[in-house]
Nanobody, 123 residues
Framework: QVQLIESGGGLVQAGDSLRLSCAVS????????MGWFRQAPGKEREFVVR???????YYADSVKGRFTISRDNAKNTVYLQMNSLKPEDTAVYYC?????????????????WGQGTQVTVSS
């Protein structure tokens, strides 16, 4: 069983920055592909970014140039640095682990999920 715990959400103003963290259990974290998704009220869960075991990344167009994903395998943690936040970034943010190496943007391809952390951006 793999457990994921997100932290770092909060209420900020447009233009501000936040860094989300996702602590992951499991002795083979370095092999996991990881993703961040978000879900706004009344909307479907949306892909934000993914990172593979080698550090390769892929971003959704909506966050490209503003968000940065990274991982620290020594700490079993993946991060999401969010800069230049906009009100439309408001959502619950989830991290997810892909143990099969599918490197997907679809939620159903991820095996484990965190509980989510709320990010609210005021205008």
């Amino acid at each position: 069983q793999v457990q994921l715990i997100e932290s770092g959400g909060g209420l900020v103003q447009a233009g501000d920055s936040l860094r989300l963290s996702c602590a992951v259990s499991g002795r083979t974290f370095n092999t996991y592909f990881m993703g961040w998704f978000r879900q706004a009220p009344g909307k479907e869960r949306e892909f934000v970014v993914r990172i593979d075991s080698g550090g390769g990344t892929y971003y959704a167009d909506s966050v490209k140039g503003r968000f940065t994903i990274s991982r620290d395998n020594a700490k079993n943690t993946v991060y999401l640095q969010m800069n230049s936040l906009k009100p439309e970034d408001t959502a619950v943010y989830y991290c997810a682990a892909d143990l099969r190496g599918l490197y997907s943007r679809y939620p159903y391809d991820y095996d484990y999920w965190g509980q989510g952390t709320q990010v609210t951006v005021s205008s």
